[in-house]
Structure formats: structure tokens, C-alpha cells
């Protein structure tokens, strides 16, 4: 892996930056519109066509997710419970609860916090097939309250989902499941069929295909956002351990050749051996063409004069998942802006967040940590506002409220409040 | 304004609900991409082509605020400065905190809010031109701490923005004011040009080119919302005010033929006798051409047996305001699941809300209260994650992270964790 000096590539060109489903659009509409008109029996055709599975239902029985679960390991099931639980913790705190405040004459005001009712979740399939990506989607959505959890995730060739999936689904409380995915299980969501309803929103990761279905189908249902390749930056200081860097590097790399992992530290002694651990770990990697593709093509080494320059980077690029690897990092964290998730330490490998810490793994990618936020509680609810105002608080500003109206040239807007006085 | 029984037409007719962009998309696409190549040069061009205005600079100078601040009404002052502080004081109550919590073995996360770094408002011209909608998309901006907040908005023949709006802009704290607006604005804001700033994110309402324009530039910064028709629902029953109810609805009817204005009641009586206050106050309108329309064309009464039915139509059609006029509407209020901005009692005209309340008057429309939210702090902070672990917590769940990476098949997950105990 290459290493520079600060300055000496731009920034912009640090980590992989594109989303790119515009191959992939018109097949995307033709699918979206033959679910939208054929609803179960076009499902059907393309678990056939895709998935190569002949089904004979859409909805996975509650005894076919009872047997799943009780067929997986229960180690397995220890440590799915065990994330359950951390997750659940972490995004408790997140719940909202709204307010009310009082105005003049007995007046008040507030917001009040509503579930989102039916929310879709994602899955991906095959080699994407994560247990952890249903709980992070499906036990924000829980909290929030929302009525009904909808999953849709691909079938194998036998017909069946895997058993970790169908267990994680019911640890995590999904209601309803279904055995589609892809562009077909994001229109079934979005438009319903006879088996699958109609969400309000839908959420999750997948392939380009979801991807642009997302973006299709947004504007009818809410979505969470679109996902771009995963993305790392390690900021880290010369008391670091080169060989734990390495392994927090690859983690991100055996992802997908896309994925982006970069180092910034201000040693060069470090960014040097963490070079050499870079090829002597990648070698062990049964992913290791993945890997080290992904090294090859996006994998960078940055050496700055200082640790703060290397979170001003952090701050310009926004990255979707940041290391603060150094032993008092709270001062670094502090100047943080743009980040989605931040690990911080130097026992703190990404993979803990992946999984087990607590906090969401749904992260913004592609720079959108500059305005956007990991997925959490507030994704699955909404506010409604209200106000209440008494004939005797109503008459401190009606006059106000006819000012401005006629500043608009809105005279029915002035006469409305006005009419209650009898002053029109 | 037709009376019908409820069940007699279908709920989903009774709102219009399209937002209507494509014919715009191609000129859209042409003016987006002229900004990004030529900037300035280009907004210069198009205020010539479509404000007919020769302007000698694009920004608005402090000199030239002060003065149109100094020029507008007292009284108009005064009014804007009660309204801003009504805004600011409901959105104070929003800001949120973020938190920390502590895990095993030293262990803690948290989440920590930042403000948006630098946001666009995009605020109409001519007709449009709405001092209120300066406030309403600032302040919440303000509150959430954001650096910078440039607004665009169109310039008029003389090449000056009104007065009012310049005057409101100071009142909310904007920082930096444009002359340019339409699709135009959008994209200067979007991609930054030789005056303007590139921004995060871009609120505000306008055209259809502005709406579609935003669309287009999704993804590279964020937006708030693609705002449809505005609607209102007014559930009333018998004890109502018959000249009150039509005043309201006619308040919304007169900002667009394509607004919807709709009453649902129990009461035959209170239908038909809004039914005639309408025609009689109709008349008396400057706007009466454009709320006759809107109610010819998308205005109704629905009569139900009930008013609890009337709430179940309205959370079926999540209306963008919701006014529910009786004397005691706390009852109702519970039952409202899916809506915007909710008006209790009989003294709580919709305009009270669009100026003075203080809640927002930028709200989801086209059923969009199913699953957004009404503009608010939240649009103007994002959220980031962090964790913290000590070497004591990571070695309680190192195994249960091996487990899950190997189950996912990502080995160099697992061996992250593991590596820090010698393990691998």
C-alpha cells in the first residue's frame, strides 16, 4: 500500500466516492412496474428467474422461523442475544418523546411523536446474507413502536432463507417475512401485492439494483438512504500497534474490491510497519483476493506533521466509520464534525460496532455524514406538531397575524383570524 | 362546494396529491449543469432571461439590508420580531442533546449532535415572495448552530429583493443573501460558484423547477422535502361556527388553484351552512379567482356519522394541517396518528400557525405526514456515533464478535478482535 505525504494527493481523492446505478435503471423500472401490475405471480417469476427457487408461498410460516432458530447453533443464538441486548440498550436512549410547552392565555403548543406504522426492511442475500443487518435495521424500528415489520430477503435455490437470518429476524422481533429481494422485494413494499403489504418506508442496504430501486420508488414510500462502498479512516498516533491497524484495515478491504480503508498517522515509523503487516496479514485471509484488490486500487497511507490535520481530514471527508487510535483520544473526539461512527482507543476494532457495541452499523457513506445521520430511533418515527390557542390568546395577535398576511397579499389568511372578532 | 356522505367518494380522492416536475426535467437538467460549468457568468445570464434584471453583483451587501430594514413599516418590524420569537422559543424546546452511556469494564458510547456545517435557503420570488417562510426556514437553522446560512432568492426587475424579505433575513440571522433563485439558485447552492457558497443542505419551498431541481441535486447535498399542493382538513362539528370554518378553508384555497381545502363533519346542518358562507365570503376576496377554483376543483365537504371516523379519515390521508375545531379536541388529538400541524379548538385558525404560533409552517404534503416530519432543528443537526473500549470489555465479547464475523464469513473481522489477544 502506497504511502504519501499529507498535501501530496488531494483529499477529495482519499476514499471512493461513487454510487453508481445508472446501468442498472432501466431494468430497475421494468421490474418496479411489472410488480406494481403482476404483484405475487411476478415475485414468484423472478425467485425462478434470479434465485433459481421454485416457491410455493411468499411468507416464511412462523413454524419455518420457529425451526430456523432452533436449528442454529446456540452459541450463535447466545451471541446474537447478547448483540440484541447491546443494540436495544443503545437505542433506547434514542426514543423521543415530544413536549409541550405553555403560551399566553392559557395557549400551548407542542410535539407530539407517532411510530412510523409499517416500516420494510431489506435483507440482502447470498454471500451479503447478514444476521447483524436484521438487527440493526429491524430493533431501531421496534423501539420506536412502529406496528408492523415487514423483511424481504431473497430465497436460495432451495426455496429457504438461511437459519441465521430467520433467527436474527425473530430475536429481533420482525413481524411478517417474505421471501423476495432485490429490485422486486423493494417494489413489493413500495406498492404491495397480494401477500406482501404496503410499507410507509423502507430501509437496509443492498446491490446496485436496491440501490437504484430505493431511488425509484422514493417520493411513494420514505427510504433510509443510499448506501456507497464501506469506508474507513484510521487516525493513528506512533504508540499504536501496527499489527492491530493492519487488522482493522483489512476488516474494512475483504468487505467488497470498492470498500475504501486509509490510514492517516504522524509516524512514518508506524505507517511503515503497518505496510508490512499489511501484506504479511493479508496473506492469511481467505478473502484475500477481495482484499487485496481493494487495498490495491483504494488503500492509502497518509503521513501528517500532526494528529489534529488528521481529523481536520476526517472533518472534510466524512467518513462513514472513524478510528481514533491513540491512548487519549476524547481531546481528538472533541474536534470531530463529519463522521458517522467514531471507535475510539486502541481496543476499539471497527468490527466491535459492526456487531456487538450497541450502536447502528447503517452508516452514512460518500460524504453524507456531512449532513446525515447512522441509522437510529429517529428514522422510524415522526413528529406531529400541534397548537391550541384560547379566543382571549388569539386576540393578543390577531392583528399581527392580519399584518402579516396582507404583507403576503394573503387577505383570506387575515380574514380568518379577523372573522373570529368580528372585525370583518 | 359539493356535499357528499362519507364512503361516497374515495378517501383518496379528497386530497390532491401529485407533484407534477417531469415536463420541467430536461430545462432543469440544461440550467443545473450551465451553473456548475460557468457560475457566476451563468447566474448573471439568467437574471437578465427570466427576473429581467441587470445586476452589477450577486450579493446582497450588509449596507443594502440595513437600509431595506431601516425603509420597511415599524409596525411590519415589530410583527416579524413577536413571529421570530415565537419560532424561536418552539424550536429551542427541539434541540436535541445527544447523550453517553457507559458500558462494562470502562467501557462507553454515545451519540454527539453537530450542526450542519453551512445550509442554503431557498426562498421564492414575486408573488411568492414570503417574509414568513425567511423565518420559518432560518431560525430552526440558527437554533441548531449552523455555521452558515445563504439565502437565495430571486431579484425583481430593478435587480432588489422586497423589502420585507430583506428585513426578515436580519431578524432570523441569515448570513449571506443572493439574487437568484428558481432552478438557478438551487444549483448555485448545490455546486458553489465563484460568489455563492457550496452548502450541505438546501430547504425551502418554490416552483416546480425549484422542486425538481432539488431532486437533482439530492445526493450531492441533502434536502429537506419536495413540497406538493398545500392541504387542509378541517373535522368540525355542529357546535362550529359556520362563517369560521369557511374563512379557514378559503384561507388555504386562495394560495393555489391546486391547494385542497376539505371539511369533514357530523353535522348536515354545519355543511350546508358553510357550504353558503363560502359563496358569501368568497365574493369578498381580492384572490376570489384563485380560491374559486381551488374549491370548484379540489374542494369538498364530507358529512360522517361521527367524528371519530372523521380522525380515521384524516390519519388515512395524513394531511399536510389538520384543524380540529370543537370545544373539546384533546379527545381527538390522541387519535391523530398521521398529519402535519394540528389546530385545536375553535379559536385556532390556520394562519395563526403559518405566521405567528410558533411551530413550523413547512410541512410534509402529498400524504408525507406518514412517514416525515414537519422542518424543525432536527433537519439542521446530524448525529455521530462513537464508542469507547477498554481492553478489559473488548476481551468479554472478542469471542461473540469472532462468532458473528465467522457466521458473516468475514474473517478479517474476526481476527481484528482477536489479533489483540494473540489469538490469531
Known amino acids: 500500500m502506497k504511502i504519501y505525504r499529507y498535501g501530496e494527493i488531494p483529499l477529495s481523492t482519499l476514499l471512493i466516492r461513487t454510487i453508481e446505478t445508472s446501468g442498472v435503471s432501466d431494468t430497475v ?23 433459481g427457487a421454485a416457491l410455493e408461498s411468499l411468507e416464511v410460516s412462523q413454524e419455518e422461523i420457529d425451526r430456523a432458530y432452533e436449528s442454529t447453533d446456540p452459541a450463535f443464538i447466545k451471541t446474537l442475544e447478547t448483540a440484541a441486548a447491546n443494540i436495544r440498550a443503545f ?17 400551548f403548543m407542542g410535539v407530539k411523536i407517532t411510530p412510523i406504522e409499517k416500516v420494510g426492511l431489506c435483507v440482502p442475500g447470498r454471500t451479503a446474507a447478514y444476521p447483524s443487518t436484521v438487527l440493526m435495521t429491524a430493533i431501531p424500528a421496534k423501539i420506536a413502536g412502529c406496528r408492523e415489520l415487514v423483511m ?4 436460495g ?10 433467527a436474527a429476524a ?7 417475512i417474505f421471501r423476495t429481494g432485490g429490485a422486486q422485494g423493494v417494489a413489493a413494499l413500495a406498492y404491495g401485492t397480494q401477500s406482501v403489504p404496503k410499507v410507509d418506508k423502507l430501509v437496509g442496504p443492498g446491490s446496485a439494483f436496491v440501490a437504484e430501486a430505493k431511488r425509484q420508488v422514493f417520493g411513494l414510500v420514505d427510504i433510509d438512504m443510499i448506501a456507497g462502498p464501506s469506508e474507513i479512516l484510521v487516525v493513528a498516533d506512533e504508540t499504536c500497534d501496527p499489527a492491530y491497524i493492519a487488522a482493522d484495515l483489512l476488516s474494512q478491504a475483504e468487505h467488497d474490491v470498492l470498500a475504501s480503508a486509509v490510514l492517516i498517522t504522524d509516524s512514518m515509523a508506524l505507517a ?19 482484499a487485496g484488490e481493494s487495498l490495491d486500487k483504494n488503500g492509502k497511507i497518509i503521513v501528517t506533521d500532526d494528529l489534529p490535520s488528521a481529523v481536520e481530514a476526517a472533518n472534510a471527508l466524512a467518513p462513514e466509520h472513524l478510528e481514533l487510535c491513540m491512548d487519549d483520544p476524547l481531546p481528538y473526539l472533541a474536534l470531530v464534525r463529519n463522521a458517522g461512527s467514531v471507535f475510539l482507543g486502541k481496543s476499539c476494532p471497527e468490527a466491535l460496532g459492526d456487531y456487538l457495541a450497541g450502536p447502528n452499523h447503517t452508516l452514512p457513506t460518500c460524504g453524507a455524514a456531512r449532513f446525515s445521520s447512522p441509522l437510529g430511533v429517529a428514522d422510524f418515527i415522526k413528529r406531529t406538531q400541534y397548537t391550541y390557542y384560547t379566543r382571549e390568546a388569539l386576540a393578543r395577535v390577531k392583528d399581527d397575524i392580519a399584518r402579516f398576511a396582507r404583507k403576503e397579499g394573503l387577505e383570506a389568511h387575515a380574514r380568518s383570524a379577523l372573522i373570529r372578532f368580528e372585525e370583518v
Open 29 to 51: 423500472r421494468e421490474i418496479i412496474d411489472d410488480v406494481a401490475n403482476r404483484g405475487d405471480e411476478a415475485l414468484l417469476d423472478y425467485a425462478r428467474r434470479f434465485d
Open 91 to 107: 437505542h433506547e436512549r434514542q426514543m423521543e418523546q415530544g413536549f409541550r410547552m405553555a403560551g399566553p392565555d392559557g395557549s
Open 152 to 155: 424481504v430477503s431473497p430465497p
Open 157 to 166: 435455490a432451495d426455496g429457504r432463507q438461511p437459519d441465521a437470518i430467520l
Open 170 to 176: 425473530k430475536i429481533a422481533g420482525v413481524d411478517r
Open 272 to 290: 511503515e510497519a503497518v505496510e508490512k503487516e499489511l501484506s504479511r496479514q493479508l496473506a492469511l485471509l481467505p478473502r484475500k483476493d477481495i
